[in-house]
């Protein structure tokens, strides 16, 4: 078919998943030995190590890890500017889901809030047969409604930093997140594992705010960026609010997992006089390679080691927000503080090195993945969408000419276990019946702004992105271990040309990460296997959480007035 248009220390806790995925895994020189993962050897575990293909073999740990989340409404000021604020277990960002490469990890979400829905999507997460647990509206299941609780289960099969955070609406970017660390086997050694660290734009007014604003305005331009969920503000009374800081001891090296959590700003992340080496992107270790700064789109993830190489001193720690595609006031205040003495309290006197501004993805040729895994060099299914603005009496972005809507109240995972296979124009669905098969996507815009591209349920190959209009003449495709990721930036003006393999049945969907542009409908789904997926799904769950949503939308008169995602 062709369509034309948070700081947190880590903690060590110690089956088989089988279906062809590649055409080729290809040698690696590490070989299987039982070892213990230490700071002088990271790429063991166990009896598993950076060889392992994660995507058929997992460690049976035997290991559930269980959290208690409460969706609640709250107020606080981040950014020392008072505001209502949505969140998790009282705390932005949320508590951060620690888990062993493996474990099963078990999520009881309760709604607190007094007149909203809600749901938490578990960025990155593969959900190999598990896709009811994705947590998207519309898609995986109904919102959950206020009062109501759920119950989220997935094994960690992949191992390395994401985050969770609310599929409903625009929620997420008014505190509704939190880390994901699954700890594993990695590239480089470290002595320290600092946790996640959230990069997010932040406004004073609400999200859902901001985003009726975008239908009919365009972007808005939001107030601040916060570091790990915290920042200062030169308000009307003076400076509020306080700096994220980290003390380094010399000579330690330390890993950072660097999240991008924002709505609309992407960030090019550096220490001042330090040096840090790439270990992972998103949920895949990569051949280590070493920068000043790194060039982190929305809701993409990067793992870097940073090694003290100070005895004194206090440096700027900077997330610079891009302005080619973020529109963010404060764009020199995204600060936070490296003490080599944890006692000053003095600024920084440190500067930046020079950096281009630029929303463009790392370098392709940096990205190489460890395990190596070829692409195939032709595609079963291969489809080209073009993502476009469409302007009437409200914004709306479109992809493959279509401003995608699915019902809140009747998703995909309903109509297939109601034995329904009818999809309307709207839902931009592109069915995928053949199981184990190559799919080449080719995403394309004239618009001058690039966009961040999330696959979920999924990694997929990077075969080639770049500025203008694809040409399958001119532009040679990276089949050969390409970088692999579940978000890739669309290059403004430009192509993204990826491959994935159809492993993992299910409703999957695909779609901008910039808040207003999921909202205005920059999206499509993929129905992979729908034969399938009845077998997987939990009818009584499913029907409950719907039947709750249902009593609460005819009691107080909700109407979906958004893509539904």
């Known amino acids: 078919m062709h369509f034309s248009t948070a700081f947190l220390a880590?903690?060590?806790?110690?089956?088989?998943?089988?279906?062809?995925?590649?055409?080729?895994?290809?040698?690696?020189?590490?070989?299987?030995?039982?070892?213990?993962?230490?700071?002088?050897?990271?790429?063991?575990?166990?009896?598993?190590?950076?060889?392992?293909?994660?995507?058929?073999?997992?460690?049976?740990?035997?290991?559930?890890?269980?959290?208690?989340?409460?969706?609640?409404?709250?107020?606080?000021?981040?950014?020392?500017?008072?505001?209502?604020?949505?969140?998790?277990?009282?705390?932005?960002?949320?508590?951060?889901?620690?888990?062993?490469?493996?474990?099963?990890?078990?999520?009881?979400?309760?709604?607190?809030?007094?007149?909203?829905?809600?749901?938490?999507?578990?960025?990155?997460?593969?959900?190999?047969?598990?896709?009811?647990?994705?947590?998207?509206p519309a898609i995986t299941q109904c919102p959950l409604a206020p009062g109501d609780s759920m119950t989220y289960t997935w094994r960690a099969t992949q191992y390395g930093s994401s985050w969770y955070h609310s599929h409903f609406a625009v929620q997420a970017w008014d505190g509704i997140f939190g880390g994901i660390l699954i700890n594993g086997p990695a590239t480089a050694n470290y002595d320290e594992d600092l946790g996640n660290l959230f990069l997010n734009d932040w406004s004073h007014q609400t999200a859902e705010v901001l985003a009726l604003s975008a239908a009919t305005s365009g972007p808005p331009t939001l107030d601040n960026c916060l570091i790990n969920g915290t920042n200062t503000y030169d308000a009307d009374t003076g400076t509020v609010g306080s700096r994220f800081e980290t003390t380094f001891v010399a000579g330690t090296r330390y890993r950072i997992r660097l999240v991008n959590g924002a709505a609309d700003t992407h960030f090019r992340f550096t220490i001042d006089n330090h040096t840090m080496e790439v270990i992972q992107t998103d949920f895949v270790p990569i051949v280590p390679y070493n920068t000043t700064a790194v060039s982190i789109g929305m809701g993409q993830r990067y793992d870097v080691i940073v090694t003290a190489e100070f005895d004194t001193g206090d440096f700027w720690m900077r997330a610079i927000p891009q302005e080619s595609c973020s529109n963010t006031d404060n764009v020199d205040n995204m600060l936070g503080i490296v003490r080599y003495d944890s006692s000053s309290t003095s600024d920084p006197s440190t500067t930046s090195y020079t950096l281009s501004d630029s929303c463009d993805d790392e370098d392709i040729t940096t990205l190489v993945p460890y395990l190596a895994m070829d692409a195939s060099t032709t595609a079963s299914v291969s489809d080209d969408f073009l993502a476009a603005l469409s302007i009437g009496t409200t914004i709306k972005w479109t992809m493959g000419g279509v401003s995608f809507v699915s019902e809140w109240d009747y998703p995909t995972l309903k109509a297939i276990n109601e034995g329904n296979d009818t999809w309307s124009s709207e839902q931009n669905v592109v069915v995928l019946d053949t199981a184990n098969e190559w799919v080449y996507f080719i995403i394309e815009t004239t618009f001058a702004q690039a966009h961040p591209i999330h696959l979920h349920g999924h990694d997929f190959w990077v075969l080639a992105s770049g500025t203008g209009t694809y040409d399958s003449s001119t532009v040679t495709l990276q089949t050969t271990n390409g970088p692999r990721r579940d978000v890739a930036m669309l290059p403004a003006s430009g192509y993204l040309v990826i491959a994935y393999y159809t492993d993992n049945p299910g409703a999957w969907l695909m779609h901008c990460h910039i808040a207003w542009h999921a909202s205005e409908g920059f999206a499509l789904q993929l129905l992979e296997r729908q034969t399938e997926i009845p077998a997987l799904i939990d009818g009584d769950s499913l029907n409950s959480t719907c039947t709750a949503w249902d009593t609460y939308v005819a009691e107080y008169d909700i109407e979906q007035d958004d893509s539904g995602i």
């Not at 606080?76 to 490469?101: F, K, M, Q, S």
């Open 10 to 136: 880590s903690i060590s806790l110690s089956g088989v998943l089988a279906a062809p995925f590649v055409d080729k895994v290809r040698d690696n020189p590490l070989t299987k030995r039982s070892c213990e993962n230490s700071a002088s050897d990271r790429s063991c575990w166990g009896d598993y190590d950076l060889s392992t293909n994660y995507y058929e073999e997992v460690p049976d740990t035997g290991v559930t890890r269980e959290y208690w989340f409460e969706v609640q409404n709250i107020t606080a000021a981040p950014d020392g500017v008072e505001r209502v604020v949505l969140c998790v277990n009282g705390t932005v960002p949320g508590p951060t889901i620690i888990a062993d490469w493996g474990d099963t990890v078990v999520v009881h979400l309760t709604n607190a809030m007094a007149n909203n829905g809600t749901s938490l999507h578990f960025h990155g997460i593969r959900q190999n047969m598990t896709n009811q647990n994705d947590g998207v």
